[in-house]
């Protein structure tokens, strides 16, 4: 067959058919599961799964809707980030976090950055109980209160007043996204800077998805251990990235 004929076949070929929105959703609905899952193992109980799966539901839609395949991601990546930011958006919505928990986080936070501050080395647990005049089983409740809280979410305030950076203003757009690449860059450099247990434990839980139950059998710990190990790198990171709000808002 010369090339002509081959190209000119190529060009005559039918396009395989397009793939329906609902054939979309319909192939993707475990994948809702699973997210679901994975992130119920971050809350408390009183979080149902069945919420977030009726969210990611609802996001899936949208991205069979609005998805184009001729960006070059494939519908799964695409998809996988829609769900869950529908699921991520459900909880911030509900507020499902007592105030008291975000209060208690801001000033374990606060006092681990003034710690760190006056004595240039890290803080560690019992230091940070005892500048805070309470009993390190408490402390070591608010740091495991504050791992089931932040659901990767390091960027959005919740009750303490921070600003969200991943809702952009439509006026503000470049502003903002410039905000949010300087962060995530000072963010890096933070968990860089971070004891090598709690960066190993975010890198497990956040890069590897492993759940806490595996990264205590990893570092043969118990699951609560890894807890705590979690939400403290996760208020120590929140208390060295506070310089950056408010150099941000002067």
């Known amino acids: 067959m010369t090339l002509a ?43 149902e799964v069945d919420d977030l799966i009726q969210a990611g539901v609802i996001g899936l839609i949208e991205a069979a809707r609005n998805f184009n395949g001729d960006r070059g991601a ?43 501050q006056n004595t240039g080395r890290e803080a560690r647990d019992h230091e940070i109980a005892e500048k805070l005049g309470i009993a390190l089983g408490e402390y070591h409740g608010i740091v495991a209160d504050a791992a089931r809280c932040q659901i990767l979410s390091l960027d959005h305030g919740g009750d303490d007043g921070d600003e969200t950076l991943d809702a952009v203003d439509p006026e503000r757009g470049a502003l903002q996204k410039l905000q949010a690449e300087e962060f995530q860059r000072e963010l890096v450099s933070a968990i860089e ?9 975010l890198s497990l839980y956040y890069e590897r998805e492993l759940n806490l139950r595996e990264i205590g059998e ?13 939400g403290q790198a996760l208020l120590r990171l929140r208390g060295r990235l506070q310089h950056w709000k408010e150099t941000r808002d002067e």
């Not at 609902?22 to 809350?43: E, F, G, S, Y």
């Not at 991520?88 to 006092?111: G, M």
């Not at 990893?218 to 979690?230: G, Y």
């Open 5 to 47: 004929a081959e190209s000119l076949m190529q060009r005559t070929a039918p396009t395989p058919p397009r793939v329906s929105e609902a054939d979309l959703v319909r192939r993707h609905t475990d994948l809702v599961k699973r997210i679901a899952h994975h992130l119920a193992a971050r809350l408390p109980a009183s979080v």
């Open 218 to 230: 990893a570092l043969k710990v118990s699951e609560s251990r890894v807890c705590q190990i979690h």
């Open 74 to 116: 494939s519908f799964e990546t695409y998809a996988g980030i829609r769900i869950r930011g529908a699921m991520l958006d459900e909880l911030r919505q509900t507020d499902w976090a007592p105030r008291s928990v975000h209060r208690r986080e801001r000033e374990v936070a606060e006092a681990i950055r003034a710690f760190e």
């Open 193 to 201: 800077a971070l004891p090598e247990r709690e960066k190993l434990v």
